[in-house]
């Protein structure tokens, strides 16, 4: 079975900083997509980036990338220029057939 | 494009009365809905999986004949908290993807829906 890691259940970072979230996971397959989720006190899921895993290439979306690395089963997720609005949890999420989440992180981003 | 709609955002109900929960994708046809369940402050936990004209799947642990799902339409799946108890209080979230079970990509969650009983 699929498992996703986050070992940091709390992070903070001063506005404008930036901070990195960590993810692991563990899989026996080798075609998968990787999520990070993120979810405000609305609780909506809001989907914050994507990576295919046979794509070497490592995603960015505007302030936000991610560390893609394959063999080490690794997926963290930058966020560059932090705002107020980026506080929130963020889920890590493995996907092949069904999506699994990591235990999630939150972040706080301070002014 | 590529909303997902749920009902009601909030319901209480008592102890022993079934309850439903309806979610609906707005702009898109769903091939394959999930329903997911979140307890505070923890993750989102996967209760069942929906295809359009068949029965749920679900995962271990999670009782068939208390979460009744229903994919009846490409649009439209409903979960029905059955005989609900204090201990089913929860927040259920469904989300809806556009390609088959076997291709799953990316999904789309709706807003949950915040069960509470008493």
């Known amino acids: 079975a699929q498992t996703v890691t986050q070992s940091q259940p709390e992070m903070s970072v001063q506005e404008a900083e930036t901070v990195t979230l960590s993810c692991t996971y563990d899989?026996?397959?080798?075609?998968?997509?990787l999520f990070w989720y993120k979810q405000p006190p609305s609780r909506q899921m809001i989907l914050v980036i994507r990576?295919?895993?046979?794509?070497?290439q490592n995603a960015t979306e505007n302030r936000f990338s991610v560390n893609f690395q394959k063999a080490a089963k690794s997926f963290s997720l930058k966020i560059s220029d932090s705002q107020l609005g980026d506080t929130a949890m963020y889920f890590c999420?493995?996907?092949?057939?069904?999506?699994?989440f990591g235990a999630g992180t939150r972040l706080t981003v301070k002014p | 494009g590529a909303v997902v709609s749920q009902h009601p955002s909030r319901v209480i109900c008592k102890s022993g009365t079934s309850v439903k929960i309806e979610c609906r994708s707005l702009?898109?046809?769903?091939?394959?809905m999930f329903w997911y369940r979140q307890f505070p402050k923890q993750s989102l936990m996967l209760m069942a999986t929906?295809?359009?004209?068949?029965?749920?799947?679900?995962e271990q642990g999670v009782e068939k004949d208390k979460f009744l799902i229903n994919h009846a339409s490409l649009t439209l799946s409903t979960l029905t908290v059955t005989s609900a108890h204090p201990e089913d209080s929860s927040f259920y979230i469904c989300?809806?993807?556009?390609?088959?079970?076997?291709?799953?990509?990316?999904?789309?969650f709706g807003p949950g829906t915040r069960l509470t009983v008493t």
């Open positions: 989300s809806a993807s556009l390609l088959p079970r076997h291709a799953s990509y990316e999904q789309y």
């Open positions: 899989t026996s397959e080798n075609n998968y997509y």
């Open positions: 990576q295919e895993a046979y794509k070497q």
């Open positions: 999420a493995f996907n092949n057939n069904d999506m699994r």
């Open positions: 702009d898109f046809q769903a091939t394959t």
């Open positions: 929906s295809n359009e004209g068949s029965k749920a799947t679900y």
